[in-house]
């Protein structure tokens, strides 16, 4: 295979391809676009190249030049990607993807999450050296399998971030000693983000946390009502309603429930949307097809939406590994299912978990356990188990509670109609709003009751991030843009024409508008005493007046 390397012929990388037989050409100089088009290299390969490739070469060569990146697309692409990973708190790692015309923006391949450990111990070069180590493990492992075709291309949603080498200049004091310089000495204060002791939680390039409007999350559950071309109806109107996530259920009749016909396995409550059904009849309804998940998520993220699911059983979670979701949800009624929340933490994905019925003993033990078994993201969500819920019964006031009793971040699982427990929920720290979602209540479907439609969510979309930004912090005195308004407040004028001598009256001067005299707090000190000069009707009164 013949291979345009574009890197240091001294690399692990040239020495593996070589010796497997490939006929490597290296270049680190800028290229000639005629001769590498006429050249019809089957891979280009860029690793430690510092100039932009020609846009002909990348359109000549599409699907076929691979960059090796040294951080976690879609953060830090750009320059010192290593450098900004501590700077921006975001998330440590190694990226092989294709080259597109934007920079490190191309579809990625495959991904590698680094764990530094006792960060206090390292430099920034000793972090970069495993780093490097890393890519160039990583691409040995897999390189058989590019040569094949043999991958899933992922597109880097997000929005992510991205640095030119001028983006440095200003904290270039805080390497005293070069790339030598340790972690630890790194002020606190430099880190975005350090003045939380909840961390962010990043998925697919999206941050979640307390600094970013709320992560939302559109629940499909059962609302397809068993048509595929509705659920994929489902997927493209969530999108265009504005959330971040799509979410569905991953289970069957059988891995939920026995199909038993006795009244343990009927619901008869009478306030339930479901009375009068057997359990195993209901998920028989609700589920999704296993075979439907795929074109689900696709659709998703072509969409630009994050795409997750709620496993039931460990078969479910082994599926979803299977198509590479990025995070999971437990949901109310397996909160308390122990080996569940193992499973889904084993696999060291992001776990949101809804905290309907649960008890503090029964929730502690629940992330006791997620963190024992490599779960370090975990998002609790504060939650009714009731369908629909009311806002009488919602008590949100326990999420500012549960996020300091558990140092996790909170959110809400919404049951109820309309935006305004979500809302109020933002206003109270919730990171996370989840609400089931349908094209139409109308319609029907197992729980399209309760579910919002499109230009609900849109609403919601809206409100919550609006709630957001109202938040801002502690202020007192006017703000920037309020400063324009000052000169509307009050303040004392002459109401009539004074002679100098006069005495000031209250039928002479006047506290009002606009503020361009003396403040009201001085017009009880100013009555009685005289003018010093003539004063016209209209005028503010001035210190030197009296």
């Not at 998330?91 to 206090?120: A, W």
């Not at 997620?370 to 969500?381: H, Q, T």
């Not at 024409?497 to 506290?511: M, P, Q, S």
């Amino acid at each position: 295979m013949k291979i345009l390397m574009l890197g240091p012929s001294n690399s692990k990388i040239y020495k593996h391809l070589f010796a497997f037989g490939d006929h490597v050409i290296c270049c680190q100089e800028k290229l000639d676009i005629e001769e590498v088009i006429s050249a019809n290299y089957d891979f280009i390969l860029s690793y430690g190249y510092r100039y932009i490739l020609p846009k002909e070469i990348v359109h000549f060569y599409k699907n076929k030049i691979i960059n090796l990146h040294i951080s976690y697309l879609p953060w830090n692409r750009g320059a010192d990607p290593n450098f900004w990973s501590f700077m921006d708190d975001t998330p440590k790692g190694v990226s092989i993807h294709f080259i597109d015309e934007g920079i490190d923006t191309g579809d990625v391949i495959f991904q590698e999450r680094v764990n530094f450990g006792n960060i206090e111990k390292h430099t920034f070069d000793t972090t970069y050296q495993l780093l490097k180590e890393t890519i160039e493990n990583l691409f040995i492992a897999k390189w058989a399998d590019i040569k094949k075709g043999i991958y899933n291309k992922k597109k880097q949603l997000g929005l992510g971030s991205y640095h030119k080498v001028k983006d440095k200049e200003p904290y270039l004091h805080i390497l005293s000693e070069g790339w030598s310089t340790k972690l630890s000495t790194l002020k606190k204060q430099k880190l975005k983000g350090s003045e939380s002791k909840v961390e962010n939680i990043y998925v697919e390039g999206l941050k979640i946390g307390a600094q970013q409007s709320p992560f939302i999350i559109a629940e499909m559950s059962g609302n397809h009502n068993q048509s595929l071309e509705r659920a994929l109806s489902i997927v493209e109107a969530a999108a265009q309603s504005g959330v971040h996530a799509l979410k569905i259920q991953t289970y069957k009749a059988d891995t939920m429930t026995l199909d038993v016909d006795n009244q343990d396995f009927h619901i008869s409550d009478p306030e339930s949307l479901w009375k009068g059904n057997s359990l195993y009849s209901l998920y028989q309804e609700a589920y999704t097809p296993w075979e439907w998940h795929k074109p689900i998520f696709e659709r998703a993220r072509e969409l630009g939406m994050i795409a997750f699911s709620t496993p039931f059983d460990e078969t479910a979670v082994d599926f979803l590994e299977e198509l590479e979701v990025p995070l999971y949800k437990i949901a109310s009624f397996e909160n308390n299912d122990i080996p569940l929340i193992k499973k889904v933490a084993s696999t060291g994905k992001p776990m949101i978990i809804s905290t309907g019925m649960a008890t503090v003993a029964e929730l502690d033990e629940t992330i006791r356990a997620a963190r024992e078994a490599g779960c370090k993201d975990i998002i609790l969500l504060k939650c009714t188990s009731t369908y629909p819920a009311t806002a009488d019964n919602t008590n949100i006031l326990t999420i500012p509670h549960m996020k300091d009793l558990f140092d996790v971040q909170v959110g809400l699982s919404d049951h109820t109609m309309g935006t305004g427990v979500a809302v109020a929920s933002v206003a109270l720290g919730a990171t996370v709003i989840e609400k089931h979602f349908t094209l139409s209540r109308a319609d029907g479907g197992v729980d399209s009751a309760f579910s919002m439609e499109t230009q609900e969510m849109k609403a919601l979309v809206e409100e919550t991030e609006r709630a957001w930004q109202a938040l801002g912090s502690v202020t007192y005195g006017p703000t920037e843009k309020e400063k324009a308004s000052l000169k509307f407040r009050r303040s004392i004028y002459v109401a009539e024409d004074i002679k100098a001598g006069e005495k000031f009256t209250k039928e002479n001067i006047r506290v009002i508008r606009p503020g361009y005299g003396l403040e009201p707090k001085y017009y009880e000190i100013v009555l009685g005493k005289e003018a010093k000069k003539d004063l016209e009707r209209g005028i503010p009164l001035r210190l030197g007046d009296f």
